[in-house]
């Protein structure tokens, strides 16, 4: 797929003999691919681990009563879920994506800062087991969902201080990866690829990075005063006090609100790598693309209290969040309609990449219409804290972020590996994972409708048969993702070998570099209709 030199030589290693090997090779590898791997396993293997938590809390609410966990495990396994999918699983599957991809779309021959980004990979383990060995200390794991509101934030066992601590390190990983990806993207591109040539994956991460550097000390902020408030007597959030538990809401969602861009501004440049390799044609209207993602990223920051409209706002405060978050939706109209003039009349062919972008389209647009819905202070006010919002996020995260993040896998593993992945084992785990996702997270829709609230471990009888559907379907999702992982193992160990040009016909930007750049080395192929 392209003629770039692999760049294998540990700094400062000159000599055959000089390359560490095994362990010590992961350990101290400062090349980007090396490290890209790394991140993608760690990220699966936290997909893995989150799975199992949610696949317990379904067994849970598979009919009424308490039958498996008691009620402090299952909220136990809620906050653990949330924590280890958003900070273990997608967001470091990303930056695995931009750590191989983006030095070879932009010609670097590495990352700006090779060791520090070795450094911001070794972070996250440590931090991973503080959460999990969280569930084993005295008072168990914290309990209070994901976003951990005091007052019970505030009176929970050590298990909250490890929670913590785990969020200050994955903070740092993140943002010594931001400040790495920044760097790389703006000092290291080759001559005459100026910012308007840049593959959109590329402007995507540009544009989170920046994100991510803006609102995670915002979360490390709040966490600290959150640590002070439980062990050094502050009162920040302690309304005995005189603090105020609001203020944690508003300081909290002034980053949870961008960190839910963070995860899926990535996935928009993934799928449109895909859809226009797929289409056989350039992607429509870059530019408004572009303009697009920088406007999403702007808007999200100035819409964090519509997670807040239960907690008490002046009717003014109320309308100006309810009209910002509606007008997100005008950015990300142009992406879809963008993404579907891509396809119009292109000389389309339907491999696994390309079918898992048609259903993130999908998919997420019926997430961000549920987001809409949410959007409305009346209907928020009766559905906050309901199903209904479980589903809008799952719509957004699952069969957005991570049906993106099977796209980007199964388009550059032939590039990754050398080996074609099998191509039917593939489809069937798109078809296979699109069924079961609707059938555990739309029927959750009509729970909050009716009024089943979220992160309760038992249920009134009336919910029995949605739950029951629900929990069928996790279990039919989660078991399928083993089937991706053969794919993947399958492919790394030999599958065909992959073509100079696997996907051949595509034409994305991604290929036309500037012709004098010595890595430039073939021709985008004539479109056949």
């Given amino acids: 797929m392209a003629a ?37 396993w760690f990220s699966f293997i936290m997909f893995l681990t989150g799975g199992v938590m949610a696949l317990t809390i379904r067994a849970e609410l598979f ?100 929670m913590i601590f785990a969020i200050h390190i994955l903070g740092a990983s993140s943002i010594m990866g931001s400040i790495n990806i920044i760097t790389t993207i703006l000092n290291m591109r080759a001559p005459g690829m100026t910012l308007m040539k840049m593959p959109m994956f590329v402007w995507t991460w540009l544009i989170t990075a920046y994100l991510l550097v803006l609102v995670m000390p915002v979360l490390a902020g709040v966490v600290t005063m959150l640590l002070t408030d439980r062990n050094f007597g502050t009162n920040f959030f302690n309304a005995a006090g005189g603090g105020d538990p609001v203020l944690f809401q508003h300081v909290f969602w002034f980053f949870g609100h961008p960190e839910v ?28 693309m572009v303009y697009a993602t920088a406007s999403i990223a702007i808007l999200s920051c100035i819409v964090w209290a519509h997670h807040m409209f239960t907690a008490g706002m002046p009717v003014t405060g109320q309308l100006f969040f309810m009209y910002g978050t509606m007008l997100i939706a005008v950015p990300t109209g142009v992406k879809v309609f963008n993404w579907t003039a891509t396809m119009w009349r292109g000389s389309m062919t339907f491999e696994t990449p390309m079918l898992f972008s048609i259903g993130f389209i999908f998919l997420f647009v019926i997430g961000g219409f549920s987001g809409v819905v949410c959007a409305i202070v009346p209907i928020d006010v009766q559905v906050q804290d309901t199903y209904y919002v479980i589903a809008h996020f799952h719509y957004v995260l699952v069969s957005g972020s991570l049906f993106a993040i099977f796209a980007g896998a199964y ?3 032939p590039k990754w590996t050398g080996h074609m992945y099998d191509e039917t084992l593939g489809k069937w785990h798109f078809w296979l994972s699109m069924f079961f996702f609707n059938l555990t997270f739309f029927v959750q829709h009509f729970l909050g409708l009716a009024g089943m609230p979220r992160r309760i471990p038992d249920y009134a009888l009336q919910f029995a048969d949605f739950n029951m559907i629900s929990s069928i379907g996790a279990f039919g999702f989660g078991t399928t993702q083993l089937l991706f992982l053969y794919v993947v193992l399958k492919c790394i160990r030999g599958g065909a070998k992959a073509p100079q040009k696997p996907w051949e016909g595509a034409k994305t930007l991604e290929w036309t570099l500037p012709s004098p750049a010595p890595y430039h080395s073939f021709e985008t192929p004539p479109l056949v209709k």
């Fill in 4 to 40: 770039i030199p692999d760049h294998d030589v540990v700094h400062g290693a000159e000599h055959a003999h000089d390359h560490p090997t095994g362990l010590m090779r992961w350990l101290t590898t400062t090349n980007h691919k090396d490290i890209g791997t790394l991140y993608l």
């Fill in 261 to 288: 861009y963070i995860m899926i501004l990535p996935s928009f440049g993934i799928v449109s790598e895909v859809i226009p390799a797929f289409s056989r044609k350039p992607l429509f209207g870059y530019s408004s």
């Fill in 411 to 413: 388009y550059w593993l």
């Fill in 63 to 162: 009919q009424p009563g308490i039958q498996i966990v008691n009620p402090e495990f299952f909220n136990q396994l809620t906050t653990m879920h949330g924590l280890v999918m958003v900070f273990g699983a997608i967001m470091p599957a990303f930056v695995g994506f931009a750590n191989w991809q983006i030095p070879m779309m932009i010609g670097a021959p590495d990352m700006a800062f090779a060791r520090m980004n070795n450094w911001s990979f070794w972070l996250l383990p440590p931090a991973a087991l503080l959460l999990i060995a969280s569930f084993f200390v005295p008072g168990g794991a914290a309990a209070g969902g994901w976003t951990f509101y005091p007052p019970l934030s505030v009176q929970m066992g050590i298990g909250m201080d490890m």
